[in-house]
Structure formats: C-alpha cells, structure tokens
C-alpha cells in the first residue's frame, strides 16, 4: 500500500519520489511505503494553504461549523474501518481503537464545530473618555501541526479541528511511524466539502518533513505533541522566527495512593492508568506511590489483576494489550528494565518480550511492574512510554507530595484519597497542568490541556485552542 501526501485537495507523490517503508507492528513486517517529504513537499503544502487561506478565512462561521460537523459525521460511519487502520499501524488493540481513539478524533470535530459558534472576544468601554475598544480574534495564516504516534488520529484532529474552525490552513504532519489514519481522514474532508487546501497532509520524517515545517518563514504558529527533546529543539528554531508555539510534551506522573482511597475503584483504574495502549499515553501514571500501611496488600491485588491482562494480537476481542509501536521503540522500553535491578530495583512482574501466536514477529512485551528505593533513578525520571510503572511506599504526606513533584516533568498527577482537605493540598501544590482526584483521563474537551516544567507550554482544548489559533487585534474608537 503506497501512502501519499495531500496537498490541494489531491493525492500526490513526493516530489523527489523517495519513500519510506511502514510497518504493521503486531506482525513485525513492512506492508506498505509512505512518502519521504522534502522542503519541496512542504512548500507546495504551504503555498495551497496560503491560497486557500483569502478564502476561508472569510468563510461564514456557520459554513465552517456545518463542515466540521460532517467531517465529525464520516469519522463516525467510518469507526470500524478506521480502527483497523488505526490497529495495524500503531499495533493498539482494534477495541482500544474503536472505543477510544476514533470516537475521539469525531468528537475533536464535532467539538471545535460548536465551539467556534461560541467563541468570542472582549469590547472594554473607556468611560469618561468617549472611547471603546473592542478586540478581534483573527486567523493566523498558515499554521504547522505536527503529531505522534501513540494517538495518532485522536491527537492529528485535535491540532487540525480548532485551527480550521478558527479560520486557519494547515500543512500537518503525522508522525512517519503511524501515518494510515491521517491519510484516510484526507479522503474524508474531501468527501465533506473541506475547500482544497485548507488540510494539507505532508507525510515523512521529523527531521526533513517537520523541520521544513517549523522553520518555513511563513508557517506562523506551531503546535506539536511529541518527545521534550524534540519539543526543546522546535522551540529553538521557532522562537528567534516569533511563531506561535504550543508544546505539548512527555509526562513522568505519579499515582499517588493513599489508605482511605476507594480501593477497587482505584484498583481497577490503576491497572489502566498503568497499561492503556501499552502505556504508550504521556498521561500515563508510570510512577506509583502507596501509603505504607496498604503498600503490601497493593503490591499483592494490583500483581495479581496485571496478571490477568491478555497480551496478544491486536485483532483478538479480549487483548488487553497489543504491541509496541516499533523495533526501536521496544528496545528502548526493554533497556529500562535491563538496568532496573543494577539501579536497586525489583522486577514484581513481567520484564520480558512475548511471542503471540499468529504474530511471532511482533514487538509484544509483558506489562511491567518494578519496585524501587529511590525516586532518583532513571526509572523514575525519565519517561519510558511503555508498559512499565514502578512501586514506592511512602509515610506521610509530605513525603508524597515531595516524590510527587521530584522530576523535571509536570504533566499530570493522580491522587486517591477521600480526605477533603488532603484532596485540596495535592490539588494546590502538585506541580502539574493536570490533576485527577479518584479517576484518571476523564476528559471534557472544555478543559486546559497541558503541561508545566518540561511537559511543555501552552495549553490545548476548548476555547485555548482557538485562542491560540487566533491573533488579537485591539481597535481603540474614539467618539464626540
Ligand atoms: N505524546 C507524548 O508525550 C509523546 C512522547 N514521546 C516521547 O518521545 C520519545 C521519542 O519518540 P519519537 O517518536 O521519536 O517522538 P518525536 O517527538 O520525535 O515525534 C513526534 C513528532 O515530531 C516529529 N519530529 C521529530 N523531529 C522533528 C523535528 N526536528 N522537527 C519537526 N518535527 C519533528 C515526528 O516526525 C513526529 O511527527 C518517546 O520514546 C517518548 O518518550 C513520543 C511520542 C508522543
Ligand atoms: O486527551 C487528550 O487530549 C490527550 C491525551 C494524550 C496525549 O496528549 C499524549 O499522550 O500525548
């Protein structure tokens, strides 16, 4: 299968014919080529934007609601279609996909469709001095998304929804590793009347594809999900140009547990939060903390549930949890394991590769669960985004609080606890952009979306979004 870029409205070629090969990871084997994108792809993407962009910009807010709308409408008649798509690509369980990841990628649509009807901007009434100002929100221009593998299409859609409605064109990037569902979703604006070259779709690697991206002169504002060296090294060729930059990066959060906690329900969602799609989610609660006094009595239930989990082909109704994403990407995960025992850690479960029947060749590896010493160990402060979470006890408060915050990540934290007060205190002095108290990625998609310290800047979803997709213009009138 020959993936192709979309540019204009059209499926094309690459410009200088290169490609590159795409893996089924469940089965470990290539099943298709995507294109190797240059500087010359992404100008051409860049230049049907612009020219799209007089046009769109104008677009009645309606128009651009009732598009979305229907992109929204096809997503959803396609979810079986696309959650196998999305399954053999990123190797996630089919049932993830459909469950998750596709009604996500409408609901971005059907989210941002309402939104913009909504959205508004601020008129400040200079009293006494006969003047009022008022602020427009404008479109950008053309503007970068660039995406990862983990979600794929859940994350693409939710750069591409808010900045269309907000009147913006697009050149986005998927990431190389997972690029079937992006290219599909190309098929579906066409379908829903997007104009030509509002999308553009550039396929390829970060550092040809994406770096043409956010060092284009033009290309005005990035948002991107991906690594926080990556993000490090977007922000230090965006920023002396004066983009617009929204980084949303890795994450190393703790799970916090605490005695008085409703103990099944965090059970159950513990064991989630740990392994959801191979724990390849930058919300991922990969550092766990348990109050002492239930320490021995948590590692004992949340071995044996982990060991209930089914590994296996990704097609299977009852896998729990699929493949990695790649070769590169299984090793790395494995790596942290190896060095977990030289570190003073304790493998309680899992640490090894599998082989699944009927895929012999694919990146399958056991859901881990390693007790440490000391929250100072690699394992514990450097995000490995697979299927690994480790275990620490803790006395007091104060000492969780301390574990909590002692990484350079800020992302997310998870708290459960029944103690109103204590509720409040994590709540204020966890230093993260998210806090969960007794659940766990419980999304609104109202909601600020993002990190602090290296998780990144900016926040995503609701009317952030749009505000980061628009520039402000402040119109002082004055009157006799
Ligand atoms: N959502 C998250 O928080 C994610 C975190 N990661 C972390 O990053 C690590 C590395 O994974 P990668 O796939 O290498 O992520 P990455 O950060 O390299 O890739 C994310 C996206 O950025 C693009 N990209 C890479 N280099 C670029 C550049 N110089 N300019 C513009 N775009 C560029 C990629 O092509 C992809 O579309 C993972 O092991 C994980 O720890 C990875 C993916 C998602
Ligand atoms: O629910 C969301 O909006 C985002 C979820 C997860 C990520 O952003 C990620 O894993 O990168």
Redesign the pocket.
């Known amino acids: 299968m020959k993936i192709q870029n979309y540019i204009n409205g059209e499926f094309a070629n690459p410009v200088l014919d290169n490609w590159i090969d795409n893996y089924n990871p469940s089965k470990g084997e290539v099943y298709g080529q995507i294109p190797n994108s240059t500087i010359e792809d992404v100008e051409n993407a860049y230049l049907a934007a612009e020219n799209a962009f007089a046009s769109w910009s104008q677009t009645t807010l309606a128009t651009r609601s009732k598009i979305l709308s229907k992109i929204a409408d096809l997503i959803r008649t396609k979810v079986t279609f696309l959650a196998e798509a999305e399954s053999k690509d990123n190797g996630k369980p089919i049932s993830l996909a459909k469950a998750i990841d596709i009604p996500r990628a409408a609901a971005n649509f059907q989210f941002y469709a309402n939104a913009i009807t909504q959205f508004s901007s601020e008129a400040h009434e200079s009293v006494g001095l006969n003047a009022i100002n008022f602020t427009l929100r404008e479109p950008i221009g053309v503007v970068g998304c660039?995406?990862?593998?983990?979600?794929p299409l859940y994350?693409f859609t939710w750069k591409i929804a808010p900045a269309i409605a907000a009147g913006n064109c697009v050149v986005a990037?998927?990431?190389?590793?997972t690029p079937l569902t992006s290219y599909l979703l190309g098929e579906i604006c066409t379908e829903a009347g997007l104009p030509k070259g509002v999308l553009n779709i550039v396929h390829g690697?970060?550092?040809s594809?994406?770096?043409a991206?956010?060092a284009h002169p033009k290309i005005k504002a990035i948002s991107?999900?991906?690594?926080?060296?990556?993000?490090a090294?977007?922000a230090k060729?965006a920023a002396p140009m004066f983009k617009k930059l929204s980084l949303?990066?890795?994450?190393k959060n703790p799970n916090i547990i605490f005695a008085d906690c409703d103990y099944e329900k965090m059970l159950t969602t513990t064991v989630r939060s740990s392994f959801a799609n191979q724990g390849?989610?930058?919300l991922c609660g990969s550092r766990i903390f348990v109050e002492e006094s239930i320490f021995e009595k948590f590692k004992r239930d949340f071995i044996k549930k982990v060991s209930e989990l089914k590994v296996g082909n990704p097609s299977e109704s009852d896998t729990n949890i699929g493949a990695l994403v790649s070769k590169e990407?299984l090793e790395?995960v494995k790596s942290y394991i190896d060095i977990a025992e030289n570190e003073g850690g304790e493998i309680l479960f899992g640490g090894n590769k599998l082989t699944v029947k009927d895929s012999e060749n694919g990146y399958f590896l056991e859901p881990t669960i390693i007790e440490v010493s000391s929250n100072k160990c690699k394992l514990n402060q450097e995000?490995?985004?697979g299927p690994v979470v480790t275990l620490m006890s803790f006395k007091s408060d104060k000492e969780a609080l301390e574990l909590a915050n002692d990484t350079k990540y800020g992302l997310s934290a998870t708290v459960w606890t029944n103690n109103l007060n204590r509720t409040m205190q994590f709540s204020k002095q966890l230093k993260t952009g998210i806090v969960w108290v007794n659940t766990w990625m419980m999304r609104d998609l109202r909601t600020p979306f993002g990190g602090q310290k290296a998780s990144g800047i900016g926040r995503e979803g609701g009317f952030e979004a749009l505000r980061f997709f628009t520039e402000q213009k402040n119109i002082c009138l004055q009157y006799e």
């Not at 660039?146 to 979600?151: V, Y």
């Not at 991107?224 to 993000?231: A, Q, S, V």
């Open positions: 660039i995406s990862p593998w983990n979600l994350l990037k998927p990431s190389e590793i690697l970060g550092t594809a994406g770096q991206i956010v991107f999900t991906g690594g926080t060296k990556t993000g090294h977007i060729v949303e990066l890795g994450g390849q989610i930058c990407h790395k995000e490995i985004f």
